[in-house]
């Protein structure tokens, strides 16, 4: 396949080649199972899984030991939801999320109201925000769980997290928040945000795919899960299996990197991101950022183009990979939902693009999708009528037809 422009790290990111050596000798001659403690292939293995936990642990500045390894975010936000569930039933059965959270917490949310259930679903502003009033106003003495995402998938909004946090301490309420793609691009401390349940996923920043871990507050208060996988008792009995001991490897490994190399990374590619809007902005008119304007994600861009079908642009961007949402719900021809929920009309939810950048992009790459993507847009804009009667409109006065 002739080389793309990769513009979907939100998506998942490549492996960053530090990571796949240090992967390798776990892939081949360094075989043993974690668990097995009566031998030397036993043991180092178990020593890597400790290591890895450490440094995983240390870019949530929490303490290792609290930390479970899981196949990824989706299995992370299951064990958080259900878990909590199931371990404080007898406590009450009320769950509070947001409206712009994932579909691996939105989806267990209507799975859990099948059981008995009661979820809020909050709403957020037109940039993506939660108002943390909004949760203090929601709690009841029934609710047993909070979960609000740090950073949005699809319009990088990032939330007053620790604002939300000193209101569930309180009340007395366990908060969780799905961090897949704020950790390690952004700084994140467990303990200053007030959260007691950390997803989190290795291929969002830079480590393989299939491994992800859930951060479990030990202490003050101690949360209590109630295990969705039996068959063992690993990871202190929250997470039974075989460990994926390359790939937590990985993971620990891409946590280093980012830990050490997160600030001037998110420097560079925010200024990337800068580049990227005002090259888009300066060729095209009807173009409208979606998400916070300065709280979000530094490789987070994603724009609204008027008149123009997001699904078409897509296809007439041949080359360039990004996306018009979450790459979880890409098959489904909805607008999004966390478009829906900021309040974009449908028409223009579904002419939006999502560009998020990463480590390995550069200027010429930035540069040459600016170029296609002005280009592309205006011929398609060529072809519609609608566009067509706005010109016409704005030139006599009348304004906006599609805002009628």
């Given at each position: 396949?002739?080389?793309?422009?990769?513009?979907?790290?939100?998506?998942?990111?490549?492996?960053?080649?530090?990571?796949?050596?240090?992967?390798?000798?776990?892939?081949?001659?360094?075989?043993?199972?974690?668990?097995?403690?009566?031998?030397?292939?036993?043991?180092?293995?178990?020593?890597?899984?400790?290591?890895?936990?450490?440094?995983?642990?240390?870019?949530?500045?929490?303490?290792?030991?609290?930390?479970?390894?899981?196949?990824?975010?989706?299995?992370?936000?299951?064990?958080?939801?259900?878990?909590?569930?199931?371990?404080?039933?007898?406590?009450?059965?009320?769950?509070?999320?947001?409206?712009?959270?994932?579909?691996?917490?939105?989806?267990?949310?209507?799975?859990?109201?099948?059981?008995?259930?009661?979820?809020?679903?909050?709403?957020?502003?037109?940039?993506?925000?939660?108002?943390?009033?909004?949760?203090?106003?929601?709690?009841?003495?029934?609710?047993?769980?909070?979960?609000?995402?740090?950073?949005?998938?699809?319009?990088?909004?990032?939330?007053?997290?620790?604002?939300?946090?000193?209101i569930c301490k309180e009340r007395g309420v366990v908060l969780h928040t799905d961090a897949a793609q704020s950790v390690g691009k952004i700084q994140f401390d467990a303990d200053a945000l007030g959260v007691d349940l950390v997803s989190i996923s290795g291929h969002k920043i830079y480590g393989p795919k299939g491994v992800g871990a859930l951060w479990i507050r030990r202490r003050a208060?101690?949360?209590a899960l109630l295990p969705q996988i039996d068959g063992g008792g690993h990871e202190h009995g929250f997470r039974s299996g075989t460990l994926n001991v390359p790939g937590i490897v990985g993971f620990g490994r891409a946590a280093e990197i980012c830990a050490r190399e997160r600030e001037t990374e998110a420097e560079r590619i925010r200024a990337l991101r800068d580049r990227l809007q005002?090259?888009?902005?300066?060729?095209?008119?009807?173009?409208?950022?979606?998400?916070?304007?300065?709280?979000?994600?530094?490789?987070?861009?994603?724009?609204?183009?008027?008149?123009?079908?997001?699904?078409?642009?897509?296809?007439?961007?041949?080359?360039?990979?990004?996306?018009?949402?979450?790459?979880?719900?890409?098959?489904?021809?909805?607008?999004?939902?966390?478009?829906?929920?900021?309040?974009?009309?449908?028409?223009?939810?579904?002419?939006?693009?999502?560009?998020?950048?990463?480590?390995?992009?550069?200027?010429?790459?930035?540069?040459?999708?600016?170029?296609?993507?002005?280009?592309?847009?205006?011929?398609?804009?060529?072809?519609?009528?609608?566009?067509?009667?706005?010109?016409?409109?704005?030139?006599?006065?009348?304004?906006?037809?599609?805002?009628?």
């Open positions: 396949m002739e080389r793309w422009i990769y513009l979907d790290n939100a998506a998942t990111t490549p492996l960053d080649p530090r990571v796949l050596e240090e992967m390798m000798p776990w892939l081949t001659e360094r075989f043993g199972n974690a668990s097995s403690h009566h031998h030397a292939y036993g043991w180092e293995a178990e020593e890597a899984v400790e290591t890895a936990r450490a440094r995983v642990a240390a870019l949530l500045g929490a303490p290792a030991r609290s930390l479970v390894f899981t196949s990824g975010a989706t299995e992370s936000n299951n064990l958080a939801l259900k878990g909590a569930f199931g371990a404080y039933r007898s406590k009450g059965n009320h769950l509070i999320v947001s409206r712009i959270e994932h579909k691996a917490v939105l989806d267990v949310c209507a799975a859990l109201e099948d059981q008995g259930a009661e979820v809020t679903r909050l709403p957020v502003d037109r940039f993506g925000r939660v108002d943390p009033e909004s949760v203090r106003e929601a709690i009841r003495d029934t609710t047993i769980l909070v979960s609000i995402m740090h950073a949005n998938n699809e319009i990088g909004t990032i939330q007053d997290l620790a604002a939300i946090g000193r208060p101690r949360v005002a090259g888009i902005e300066s060729g095209l008119e009807e173009v409208d950022r979606n998400g916070a304007p300065d709280a979000r994600l530094p490789g987070n861009l994603n724009l609204s183009f008027g008149y123009v079908e997001g699904e078409s642009l897509l296809m007439g961007l041949n080359g360039i990979a990004v996306s018009t949402g979450s790459a979880c719900t890409s098959a489904s021809l909805e607008p999004s939902h966390v478009l829906q929920a900021i309040g974009r009309r449908a028409e223009r939810a579904q002419s939006s693009i999502r560009f998020s950048l990463g480590r390995f992009n550069t200027e010429g790459e930035i540069d040459e999708t600016v170029r296609r993507v002005v280009s592309t847009v205006r011929r398609l804009r060529e072809l519609s009528p609608l566009y067509e009667m706005m010109q016409e409109e704005a030139g006599s006065g009348g304004g906006d037809p599609a805002n009628r």
